[in-house]
């Protein structure tokens, strides 16, 4: 049964993966079927594991019970979004990026509130299973529950009830850039590639804010392949002044192999900024052992990468430490919350340049975003994000959505971001980052 339930919420978590492997990749539709509900079976296996396993302590009292559910579940996510390179999208602890728990979310994380909300849910069923007779000790549970679950919800209705860890750090205009350029032209020479040259030259060449963001692979092609001078204009127009810019476009060459990058241009460089994709995704950006013969049926270009390292450095510009993070990057927070193991260096905005029109006009628009948003809570620090057809948006460091542009239109997002910094120390006097926190409460919790 559990298998059952987790290959079909999971095939209608991520359907969506049709449309970029049938309509764009051109994989026949019966065999793009078969794809996804067999990912959507090998991951639910966790959970088949999970249930399995709860099968067996279900006995061992409701209180016992249903924390067993509750972490055992959590396993499940955790294994799901980190073995085999991990895709823990759509899990439950997403959800609640908005309600009662999502004021837990800064101290235990996006697994932690999956944790919460699972227990909550299990207690739910194990009351009504009692048959109604709740004597005290269930009584005290239930104030628990509601300790856990209504008390911090008011305190957000109430601020300054309920204390932030970080403390703002100024603040920074910046331009996003949207050119929705057709999935199915975007790497064509004769259509989309000269579009989006065209557009977003014009844009980073007439911006005025502080910082200008064009999204993934904005520029279509390696610089050595770009027109004449088109890459060294764009680096002079950011050379001087008080204007930077954070690029989207594929490097390297058939030598060294090919990186899915950001570019940062600023006055006075010594050298480009540059932060190279870590987290690749598979079939689309790397080929998995074995299975060359799957990806020559799809027709993806740019389609081997080389990773970038853990934990590459922020781009400094104004004050501010500008976490780069590329597509489906911002679904790992363990690996963002490397970049705040040294204090000193860690970010004050986080920056997500996506080019998510693989697929379509979908759910996975409104996914994403909510992925973002819950980054943007753990940390308690902003996130900007500037993608190809949607969603571009500023989320401020409590999660909320600032400022946004419609799907689907081409246009530029002008807006300002608070930069956020500095957090708290734990009670005690332990001061860590805040990935450190949320880590040290997940253990705790685990």
């Known amino acids: 049964m559990g298998l059952l339930f987790a290959t079909v ?12 492997m049938h309509t764009f990749a051109g994989l026949n539709a019966a065999l793009t079927v078969l794809a996804i509900v067999a990912l959507a079976m090998a991951l639910g296996a966790y959970y088949a594991i999970a249930c399995g396993l709860y099968w067996r302590l279900r006995q061992r009292g409701p209180w016992r019970s249903t924390l067993a559910f509750a972490a055992l579940w959590t396993m499940a996510e955790m294994a799901r979004g980190t073995w085999l390179t991990g ?6 602890g997403y959800a609640h990026a908005d ?25 739910g069923i194990a009351v009504l299973r009692s048959g109604g007779a709740v004597h005290r000790g269930w009584a005290m549970r239930l104030v628990l529950v509601f300790v856990l679950v209504v008390v911090p919800g008011l305190a957000l209705l109430v601020p300054g009830l309920l204390p932030g860890w970080s403390t703002p750090a100024g603040s920074l205009s910046v331009t996003l850039l949207q050119g929705n350029i057709p999935q199915d ?11 989006a040259l065209g557009w977003y030259g014009d844009q980073l060449n007439h911006s005025h804010t502080d910082l200008v963001v064009a999204p993934e692979t904005a520029i279509p092609l390696l610089p050595q392949d770009l027109p004449d001078d088109y890459w060294a204009a764009l680096k002079t127009r950011f050379a001087s002044g008080g204007q930077a810019a954070l690029i989207g476009v594929p490097l390297g060459n058939m030598a060294e192999g090919y990186t899915n990058s950001v570019v940062g241009l600023g006055p006075n460089q010594q050298q480009v900024w540059r932060y190279d994709k870590h987290h690749l995704v598979p079939f689309g950006e790397f080929i998995p052992p074995l299975f060359k013969w799957f990806t020559r049926m799809m027709n993806i270009p740019l389609g081997d990468f080389n990773r970038g390292a853990v934990g590459q450095d922020s781009f400094d510009w104004k004050g501010q430490r500008l976490a780069a993070n590329i597509c489906y990057e911002d679904l790992f927070g363990e690996e963002l919350g490397v970049r705040f193991v040294d204090p000193a260096r860690s970010p004050t905005i986080f920056v997500n340049v996506s080019n998510i029109g693989w697929f379509g006009d979908t759910v996975a628009i409104d996914q994403h975003l909510q992925i973002s948003r819950m ?6 620090r902003p996130m900007v994000r500037a993608t190809n057809t949607g969603a571009t948006v500023i989320i401020d460091h409590t999660g909320q959505v600032a400022q946004s542009l419609p799907r689907y239109t081409r246009g530029a997002l002008v807006g300002t971001v608070q930069g956020a910094t500095a957090p708290r120390p734990l009670p005690g006097g332990w001061g860590v980052s805040d990935y450190g926190r949320c880590g040290y409460c997940q253990l705790l919790l685990f």
């Open 185 to 195: 032209e975007k790497f064509q020479s004769g259509s989309g590639v000269p579009l």
């Open 375 to 380: 980054r943007a809570l753990e940390f308690e």
């Open 9 to 20: 919420w999971l095939c209608a978590t991520f359907w969506w993966l049709y449309v970029s």
């Open 99 to 123: 309600g009662p728990l999502a004021a837990w979310i800064p101290w235990v994380g996006s697994y932690g509130v999956g944790f919460l909300a699972a227990w909550v849910a299990a207690a």
């Open 87 to 92: 895709f823990g999208w759509g899990a439950v």
